[in-house]
């Protein structure tokens, strides 16, 4: 089984992700939260209100409507431009988004000349320099032409809606269907990603709405009712979590790509001047948050947009190198004032900040961080599990996510139920549930029990032994070590309450 298969039957069997609608065969892209799973993700989505919102005096949070006045949709572009070019190969007959065919061609030359790296490097060993490897070597040079002469073709290509141009890209790329190996393609065309639905319960007589694919809107529409009732003044920002959602054209890679999935979205109000200054701040700024939370930076990585959405100056996709490769999984934009420039169009309301130092009102322009949560998710959750061999022939699968994120905090397990073992570790357990997300556990081995935790990703189990009714002390046996080590029973909570301190992961 391969790393992705393992992650995802994990992901099932311990309570975390399942198909939709298991028992009729699931329904494509469209997934479940289990146990595990939800709380894994309330607990990634209050890590980032909180430093999104909490440590940010002027960025405040709402929560608006998934279904929205339809005209929403035309102001922001959305009927007109939110189109991904669609593509069928005529033998498979398996449809393709044809943007990502030919970007999916630049990632196999991206790994061509990371292999001409590793290869140099082999060969000249600590003599080695990556940069000058970078500037010298006539391959690489080659091959990242090549790919910028491709990426820009397409861009060029998406820009100007030339369809067929974006057919002869791949024609020329001899580009294959992965299943059939075929290069017969059909023409490329183009398909809106919004759901559509009726308002009402005549559907002749009533209004089409979309269900919203961004919750970005909700924020413009609701500019002024914010900035007036909480009287922030520019730059201030505006948050929410909630639903999106988008009729993909393929979504085969699990929880990265689904129909119906969550955005964490911020909207940044700013003066027009100040535009590029606060895109450099988000974008280092968010930069930083995802590092706070992993070991392994090299992970992490920026890449500047060279097509940008019809509302943007400027993007950049900070990515994460996924079981797949390096995949978005939030995207930075500067928004200019399109949106609330549109909405004061359609909608004839006034959208605008008056600045007192000026004496005058202007249209506010925007910087965007966009997250993709159930992204961020599969982040955590492949960059956390592992598959180790802890003692000779012996292996535990095992979640080492970051303390605070962690679903359960602790389980709380009586070596065995008799002598009064169970009655000490219930009143153990009671204490600790107000404040954390802990389980009790009696049933089976020591050994068995320990093997489960690390596989949902319990940080610390506590064990209650015959030691505990002599001393008052306790086993805590560590997640990511196996230590063992006693603790009085008097200093669990403060021993939890300094692990899982929040301060420590936005240090
Ligand atoms: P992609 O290029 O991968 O289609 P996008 O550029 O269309 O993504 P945005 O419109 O910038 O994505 O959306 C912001 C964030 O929402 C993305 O960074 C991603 O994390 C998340 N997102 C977008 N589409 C999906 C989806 N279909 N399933 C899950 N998350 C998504």
């Known amino acids: 089984m391969n790393n992705f298969h393992f992650l995802i039957s994990h992901a099932k069997l311990y309570g975390f992700i399942f198909p939709s609608c298991d028992i009729y065969d699931g329904i494509s892209a469209i997934y479940d939260y289990g146990p595990y799973g939800i709380l894994l993700k309330n607990n990634i989505k209050d890590f980032w209100w909180k430093s999104m919102i909490q440590l940010h005096r002027n960025i405040v949070g709402i929560d608006t409507s998934i279904l929205m006045h339809p005209t929403v949709w035309k102001a922001s572009g959305h009927i007109e431009a939110f189109n991904d070019p669609l593509i069928d190969n005529k033998d498979s007959r398996r449809r393709y988004r044809a943007d990502l065919l030919v970007e999916e061609y630049c990632d196999r030359i991206e790994y061509k000349i990371h292999k001409t790296v590793e290869k140099a490097r082999n060969i000249l060993g600590e003599k080695f320099d990556e940069h000058i490897c970078f500037i010298t070597s006539p391959k690489i040079t080659e091959l990242k032409k090549q790919k910028e002469r491709i990426i820009k073709r397409l861009a060029l290509a998406i820009d100007n809606k030339t369809l067929n141009d974006i057919r002869n890209i791949i024609e020329e790329l001899e580009i294959r269907d992965t299943e059939s190996g075929s290069k017969s393609w059909t023409d490329v065309r183009e398909f809106n990603l919004m759901f559509k639905t009726n308002f009402g319960p005549l559907r002749h007589k009533t209004l089409e709405l979309y269900l919203r694919p961004e919750t970005a809107q909700g924020s413009f529409v609701n500019f002024s009712n914010v900035s007036n009732s909480t009287l922030m003044k520019i730059p201030f920002g505006i948050a929410q979590i909630g639903k999106a959602f988008r009729n993909e054209i393929i979504a085969r890679q699990f929880i990265f790509r689904m129909r ?6 911020m909207q940044f109000f700013v003066a027009p001047s100040k535009e590029r200054e606060w895109y450099e701040y988000w974008k280092h700024t968010r930069f930083k948050w ?11 990585r920026f890449h500047d947009h060279d097509k940008l959405a019809h509302y943007a100056s400027a993007a950049t996709d900070i990515e994460y190198l996924f079981p797949f490769g ?35 009102h202007y249209t506010p322009y ?22 180790e061999e802890f003692s000779k022939g012996n292996f535990r699968s ?18 065995v139920k008799k002598d009064g073992l169970a009655e000490l570790a219930e009143k153990i357990f009671n204490e600790l549930k107000c404040k954390y997300m802990v ?22 189990c506590f064990t209650v032994d015959y030691q505990s009714q002599r001393d008052y002390t306790i086993t805590v046996r560590h997640r990511d070590s196996m230590r063992q080590e006693r603790l009085s029973i008097n200093k669990i909570t403060y021993f939890l309450e300094e692990k899982m301190d929040f301060q420590k992961l936005i240090q």
């Open 366 to 387: 925007v910087i965007e961080t966009s997250i993709g949560l159930d992204r961020m998710f599969l982040g955590l959750f492949s960059s956390s599990l592992k598959e």
């Open 260 to 265: 119906e999935f969550e955005q964490m979205e």
């Open 326 to 360: 390096f995949k978005e999984i939030e995207g930075i934009h500067s928004r200019t004032d399109f949106d609330l420039k549109n909405h004061q169009k359609y909608s004839g309301k006034k959208l605008q900040f008056f600045d007192y130092n000026r004496h005058q």
């Open 439 to 460: 389980i009790y556990e009696a049933n089976e081995s020591i050994g068995k029990r320990y093997r489960r935790q690390d596989a949902i990703g319990t940080p610390f």
């Open 398 to 415: 095992v979640l080492k996510f970051p303390i605070a994120l962690a679903p359960i905090k602790a389980a709380i397990f009586p070596l």
């Open 290 to 300: 995802h590092l706070s939370l992993t070991i392994e930076p090299h992970f992490y």
